[in-house]
């Protein structure tokens, strides 16, 4: 993943945000996805930072950035178009674009997936279903060597 950041009117360049405010911005989406999903998160806690570990990403060059990135599980949802249709409204208020809808991903599928991107550079996508709901978040992709370090 690259990080382009250009739709940050300030922002000074790709890569150049710190490990710390990329990791808090993705927690943030994370969270705020969570929040607005309409299901349960058991394992879930916006709170428990420690233990995450980073991932190598292209800035410059291939792989001399890294960013956060993370899935989770939840519970299902009665009606996953109407959630998918609740999340869209949600992201684009918050200025993000949506990428993709994947309604249609075959006969043995009971739930439909929406993917959108933030203005910073965090890809977010939203899994709804009958029987189970996923979320994953891929922040935006950092040069601070702090990010090489585990979370605490």
């Not at 956060?68 to 519970?75: D, F, M, P, S, W």
């Amino acid at each position: 993943m690259n990080s382009t950041n250009s739709a940050q009117p300030d922002d000074p360049g790709p890569g150049t945000r710190s490990a710390e405010e990329v990791f808090t911005e993705f927690l943030d989406a994370v969270e705020d996805t969570v929040q607005h999903s309409g299901t349960t998160w058991a394992r879930w806690d916006h709170n428990d930072t420690a233990d995450y570990v980073s991932e190598p990403c292209g800035v410059h060059a291939r792989a001399d950035g890294r960013l956060y990135q993370r899935q989770i599980e939840g519970g299902p949802v009665d009606d996953p178009q109407a959630a998918v249709d609740r999340m869209k409204a949600h992201w684009e208020s918050k200025g993000y674009k949506i990428e993709n809808i994947f309604d249609n991903r075959g006969p043995d599928t009971t739930g439909i997936e929406i993917i959108a991107s933030a203005p910073g550079g965090v890809v977010l996508i939203f899994t709804p279903t009958k029987r189970v709901s996923f979320i994953k978040v891929v922040g935006e992709c950092t040069l601070d060597p702090a990010a090489r370090k585990k979370t605490t």
